[in-house]
Structures are given as C-alpha cells and as structure tokens.
C-alpha cells in the first residue's frame, strides 16, 4: 500500500495538471475570475493554466519537487484574487454551479489547506 506521503506530491501533480488543462480547453469558464483592473482575461487565463501545468510537472519529479511546491503554494496563492471575484459575482440560481454563492464563498477556505499541502510537498525529501 502507498502512503499518504509518497503519494501526496502525484495527488496534487494531478489535481494541478487537470486544472491547468481545463484552463486551456475551457478558457471563458476561467475568463469571468479574472479582475478587470488586469485588462484581457484570456491571456491571464492562458497563462495560470501553462503554470498550473509547469507546476504539475515540477512536483512529479523529487528532483524538482522542492521548487515545485514552493511554485504551486505561490500560484495558488496568485489566484485566489479571482476566487475572491468568483464569490462577490455569484448569484443565486446561476447555471453553472460553481457560480452559485454558497459554492463559490466554500471555496475560499479551500484555498488556505492546498497551500499548506504545497507547501507540505515542498518540504518533502
């Protein structure tokens, strides 16, 4: 059996990669987080999903990991201004669920325990 250590670093490598590729696949999903006082959304949007990736791809390897749990706490860190608009632009009754309030200020807290989990995978051996 494999432990919740060893695999710690594949489990956010994965949940990483996978946001990072739905960045790229659906960007208008990502568009509406981004601040408007930082000008075009899709590049912005673009842009978090290559780091999300590159982070992915820093935590697979225990050569890079260090460097890639240090990216990836500062990289969530960095979006959680557009988590921020996500949650003051819900309204009740949105289509997508993601957009409906109650989901969207839960997410919030979520960020303080993937940071520490980064961080966590960076100090790993």
Do not use: Y
Not at 17 to 24: A, C, E, F, K
Not at 37 to 53: D, I, K, N, Y
Not at 56 to 73: F, K, M, Q, Y
Not at 108 to 120: E, N, S, T
């Amino acid at each position: 059996m494999v432990s919740w250590r060893a695999a710690s670093p594949l489990l956010l490598a994965s949940l990483l990669g996978s946001s990072g590729v739905l960045h790229l696949v659906r960007p208008r999903v990502f568009e509406p987080l981004i601040p408007d006082v930082l000008g075009s959304p899709g590049t912005w949007v673009v842009a978090s999903g290559v780091a999300e990736l590159a982070c992915a791809a820093a935590l697979v390897s225990p050569g890079t990991r260090r460097a890639g749990g240090v990216a990836s706490a500062a990289l969530l860190v960095g979006v959680f201004p557009g988590n921020v608009k996500m949650a003051l632009d819900a309204r009740p009754g949105a289509r997508a669920w993601a957009r409906r309030p109650a989901v969207a200020w839960a997410r919030l807290p979520l960020q303080v325990p993937l940071v520490a989990w980064a961080l966590d995978v960076a100090r790993q051996p």
